[in-house]
């Protein structure tokens, strides 16, 4: 005789390979809707001598490319759990307690315009073997996948 099995739905946090190709394509989108425009404006600071005379308008110019790359990933996760990348692979951005609030979803992502400092974000991650990124520990927050386990 057959029993009835039940299961339900467990979150698990997801694996490595799916987060990188997730940010990969959300960074190219970013890219192409964020970058490339401004591409007339930043050529003319194209080799180190115009860099380094650059008027207020490079600043101005990477500014709004911040803003808007942090607006893109926090607007999509608030919303939605998920960015364009994390839809593909259904990926979610989870709390740790609770519901996830607007403040910790600015605080996962603060890192993620300033590559230098997402580098060190992510080597916590690749170091602790955690699956959190180090803004995530901060923000008690987690990217998962879900999953089907026995009841």
Same mark, same amino acid.
């Given at each position: 005789m057959v029993k009835n099995l039940q299961y339900k739905i467990k979150n698990h946090p997801a694996s490595y390979w799916k987060r990188f190709v997730a940010y990969m394509i959300d960074v190219f989108i970013i890219y192409l809707i964020i970058v490339i425009p401004f591409g007339d404006h930043l050529k003319k600071f194209d080799n180190t001598f115009t860099f380094l005379q650059a008027d207020k308008s490079l600043f101005f110019i990477s500014l709004i490319i911040v803003l808007l790359t942090l607006l893109y990933f926090v607007i999509l996760e608030f919303k939605y759990k998920q960015t364009i990348g994390k839809m593909f692979f259904d990926i979610y951005v989870a709390s740790e307690k609770g519901d996830l609030s607007l403040q910790q979803i600015i605080l996962r992502n603060i890192t993620k315009p300033f590559s230098i400092v997402f580098i060190i974000d992510v080597a916590y991650m690749l170091f602790k073997r955690n699956n959190q990124? #180090?803004? &995530? !520990?901060?923000?008690?927050? #987690? /990217? !998962? &996948?879900?999953? /089907?386990?026995?009841k």
């Open positions: 990124r #180090l803004f &995530e !520990v901060f923000s008690n927050t #987690l /990217v !998962v &996948e879900k999953g /089907v386990a026995l």
